[in-house]
């Protein structure tokens, strides 16, 4: 059956009873999904795995989705609390390691025809802490507003740009844009500087 | 000379982290100056390397365990409620295997 109503009417229908709505609510938002829960974990199988649970909590949960929210937004703050639920209990178990993020896993189709620059981005990126590394891939890689990834990670917008900002600043430097650049560190310490985090 | 500001600083300025009155003050000291500038370029270039990574379709096994998981829901939801299983039009029988 073909669907062609918003994602909030599928979601609607799914909260009605139709058997059909979320698999084509989950067909059209997976490779987004996808993107965000590799980049987020950073492992395949951790990926995987917070994906399913995340659109299992998100299936059972339907009426708690709020209209003022896009179903999309909704979707993916699904996904990142559940990476992240699955890296606490990582951390928790004795004797197991973290999924490591050595690397930001190629694509499928990655091949040694992939430009060595994008190879170097993806490894400069996984190499950010998760929360720079998390507002950067919902703003500069997926192409999200700071508010709809402040509201996907549940933090202030201001705190989103000051990630961001954090986290391009150390890319830069670590993909070599900054060698002819002045060193860091220059502030004098009289200059006061106020930051709109947490507003 | 000092600089008034750091890589940092001005990746905070670019991506409008500061508040207005610092940011007020640090831009005409950084207009003037060409390192500036070139940290400036280093970050947008930053950017546009960020946003032409391709995005990562979601592998054939994935998805189809993801469907799988949601069609044992759909399945178990009919069981405990048989009589919301309607169709999207709300008139005919839902497909039990949920599609």
């Given at each position: 059956?073909?669907?062609?109503?918003?994602?909030?009417?599928?979601?609607?229908?799914?909260?009605?009873?139709?058997?059909?709505?979320?698999?084509?609510?989950?067909?059209?938002?997976?490779d987004?999904?996808?993107?965000?829960?590799l980049?987020?974990?950073?492992?395949?199988?951790?990926?995987?795995?917070?994906?399913?649970?995340?659109?299992?909590?998100?299936?059972?949960?339907?009426?708690?989705?709020?209209?003022?929210?896009?179903?999309?937004?909704?979707?993916?703050?699904?996904?990142?609390?559940?990476?992240?639920?699955?890296?606490?209990?990582?951390?928790?178990?004795?004797?197991?390691?973290?999924?490591?993020?050595?690397?930001?896993?190629?694509?499928?189709?990655?091949?040694?025809?992939?430009?060595?620059?994008?190879?170097?981005?993806?490894?400069?990126?996984?190499?950010?802490p998760?929360?720079?590394?998390?507002?950067?891939?919902l703003?500069?890689?997926?192409?999200?507003?700071?508010a709809?990834?402040a509201a996907?990670?549940?933090?202030?917008?201001?705190?989103?740009?000051?990630?961001?900002?954090?986290?391009?600043?150390?890319?830069?430097?670590?993909?070599?844009?900054?060698?002819?650049?002045?060193?860091?560190?220059?502030?004098?310490?009289?200059?006061?500087?106020?930051?709109?985090?947490g507003? | 000379?000092?600089r008034?500001?750091?890589?940092?600083l001005?990746?905070?300025?670019q991506?409008?982290a500061?508040?207005?009155?610092?940011?007020?003050?640090?831009?005409?000291?950084?207009?003037?100056?060409?390192?500036?500038?070139?940290?400036?370029?280093?970050?947008?270039?930053?950017?546009?390397?960020?946003?032409?990574?391709?995005?990562?379709?979601?592998?054939?096994?994935?998805?189809d365990?993801?469907?799988?998981?949601?069609?044992?829901?759909?399945?178990?939801?009919?069981?405990?409620?048989?009589?919301?299983?309607?169709?999207?039009?709300g008139?005919?029988?839902?497909?039990?295997?949920?599609?």
């Amino acid at each position: 059956m073909a669907f062609f109503g918003s994602d909030a009417d599928l979601l609607a229908a799914h909260v009605g009873g139709d058997a059909q709505a979320f698999a084509e609510l989950f067909r059209r938002h997976r490779d987004r999904l996808w993107s965000v829960a590799l980049r987020t974990a950073g492992d395949r199988e951790e990926a995987a795995d917070a994906l399913q649970d995340a659109m299992i909590s998100a299936f059972r949960n339907a009426r708690s989705f709020r209209a003022e929210s896009r179903v999309s937004t909704w979707l993916h703050r699904i996904v990142v609390n559940a990476c992240r639920d699955r890296a606490r209990r990582r951390r928790c178990r004795p004797g197991t390691a973290p999924a490591g993020h050595t690397a930001e896993p190629a694509a499928p189709d990655a091949s040694t025809t992939e430009p060595d620059t994008r190879a170097d981005v993806r490894t400069a990126l996984a190499a950010l802490p998760d929360e720079q590394r998390l507002a950067i891939v919902l703003v500069d890689v997926q192409g999200w507003s700071v508010a709809e990834s402040a509201a996907v990670l549940d933090v202030a917008p201001g705190t989103v740009k000051s990630r961001c900002a954090r986290g391009r600043a150390r890319l830069a430097e670590l993909l070599g844009h900054l060698r002819n650049a002045a060193a860091d560190g220059d502030v004098p310490p009289a200059m006061a500087v106020r930051r709109q985090e947490g507003r | 000379m000092r600089r008034p500001w750091s890589v940092q600083l001005l990746a905070e300025l670019q991506a409008g982290a500061l508040d207005e009155d610092t940011a007020a003050r640090l831009r005409p000291q950084v207009r003037d100056d060409p390192a500036a500038g070139e940290v400036l370029t280093a970050l947008e270039t930053t950017r546009a390397q960020l946003a032409e990574l391709p995005a990562l379709p979601v592998p054939a096994d994935v998805r189809d365990r993801v469907a799988s998981a949601l069609g044992a829901e759909v399945r178990t939801a009919a069981a405990e409620r048989p009589d919301r299983q309607v169709g999207a039009d709300g008139t005919g029988p839902a497909d039990p295997s949920g599609g």
